[in-house]
């Protein structure tokens, strides 16, 4: 099982970038994917989770209406479009692919079992 994110950089406020995620060893119609963040000295936080059926998905009050999950099952990828980004949204992105139980625990990251190892998001104002 590997997963690979790429896409992260530096970009200026209110800008957007898109991260990828490709995943190898296993499909993600199989597991819930998320995408994760820790900025330095906080907790990592969900951002956008998806369930295994694609018909569900998450986004905490901080993120929704400006970035939203996809995945492309043909190319086992998945994406993060991050919108109007603003300069709390600096932080390593990562993905990860687990087995939440509930819809209310889809984005609690102590769900998921396998990691990237982290894409680096910098939001300059």
């Known amino acids: 099982v590997q997963l690979v994110e790429s896409g992260g950089g530096l970009v200026q406020a209110g800008g957007s970038l898109r991260l990828s995620c490709a995943a190898s060893g296993f499909t993600f119609d199989d597991y819930a994917i998320g995408w994760f963040r820790q900025a330095p000295g906080k907790e990592r936080e969900g951002v956008s989770c998806m369930g295994s059926s694609g018909s569900s998905t998450h986004y905490p009050d901080s993120v929704k209406g400006r970035f939203t999950i996809s995945r492309d099952s043909a190319k086992n990828t998945v994406y993060l479009q991050m919108n109007s980004l603003k300069p709390e949204d600096t932080a390593v992105y990562y993905c990860?692919?687990?087995?939440?139980?509930?819809?209310?625990?889809?984005?609690?990251?102590?769900?998921?079992?396998?990691w990237g190892q982290g894409t680096r998001v910098t939001v300059s104002s």
């Open positions: 990860a692919v687990g087995t939440p139980k509930s819809f209310g625990r889809l984005c609690t990251w102590q769900m998921y079992d396998y």
